[in-house]
């Protein structure tokens, strides 16, 4: 028992030593590195990127992934953000966005009006132009025919946003 104790202290600082080495930000880097030359293996020209929400960037107290845009910069192709604006905080999504401006291209692309009306949907996509140079959303296959004929509250929302994607950003 007293050797597995005075075991237990010798090893501790070690394990502490090895904790502190395994911040977030090497971590992601290394993931993507590995990630990068498995594709890269079978295609050496498709472009290479990683799906980076709010919590990649470092604010103070709020959840951090560790894939910071500004150390991964250097591992991808162009920068790809899931943005979903939100009801009466549009100038936050976009001071949200503009954290991805790392000099390579913004794709945003994963952004739905799930959380905000029309309007501030459409006003989030004409201020986000100045950082994005392309958008991706949602579609499931139904036409917008089909969605405004629906009664269901899914297509209503889907038949807005292809609405909005139809004319084009604003």
Known sequence: EQRLQLRSKVQRP?????VERLLPE?????WIR???RAIRTVDAHSLITVGLVSWSLK????????FDPHVLA???DFISVHLYPEAKKVDADIETLRGFAVGKPIVIEETFPLKCSREEFARFLRESKSHASGWIGFYWGRTLAECRKSREIADAMMASWLEIFQVGIP
């Open 26 to 30: 090497p971590i992601a880097r290394e």
């Open 59 to 66: 604010r103070p107290k709020v959840l951090y992934s560790g």
């Open 34 to 36: 590995r990630m990068t």
């Open 74 to 76: 250097g591992e991808v």
């Open 14 to 18: 070690r394990c502490v030593a090895v």
